[in-house]
Nanobody, 123 residues
Framework: QVQLVESGGGLVQAGGSLRLSCAASGRTFSNYHMGWFRQAPGKERAFVAAITWRGDSTYYADSVKGRFTISRDNTKNTVYLQLSGLKPEDTAVYYC????????????????WGQGTQVTVSS
């Protein structure tokens, strides 16, 4: 099993950047696909980005493609999400998740979730 803790969120101006981190505990971390999801106020949790367990493939929502970059360091049990060119519509709580073994883009296919970190982008 895996426990996940996100960090790195904050308040930034439009066009700014943030680097989110997700620290995982559990010796099987490297066996899981990892994803980032976000949930804006009053909206459902949505897929943002994902990376396979080997780190050889990445996936992005169309809305963030070219602006966000997901990466992982299995030696540090950590997955990252680099946010650049931030827009006000990126404001949300960002969650990392582990598993995604069937559909790497689907919230329902992840078994483990962190508590989230707030990202707020001002205009």
């Amino acid at each position: 099993q895996v426990q996940l803790v996100e960090s790195g969120g904050g308040l930034v101006q439009a066009g700014g950047s943030l680097r989110l981190s997700c620290a995982a505990s559990g010796r099987t971390f490297s066996n899981y696909h990892m994803g980032w999801f976000r949930q804006a106020p009053g909206k459902e949790r949505a897929f943002v980005a994902a990376i396979t367990w080997r780190g050889d493939s990445t996936y992005y929502a169309d809305s963030v493609k070219g602006r966000f970059t997901i990466s992982r360091d299995n030696t540090k049990n950590t997955v990252y999400l680099q946010l650049s060119g931030l827009k006000p519509e990126d404001t949300a709580v960002y969650y990392c998740a582990a598993d995604g073994r069937y559909n790497i883009r689907a919230t329902g296919d992840y078994a483990y979730w962190g508590q989230g970190t707030q990202v707020t982008v001002s205009s």
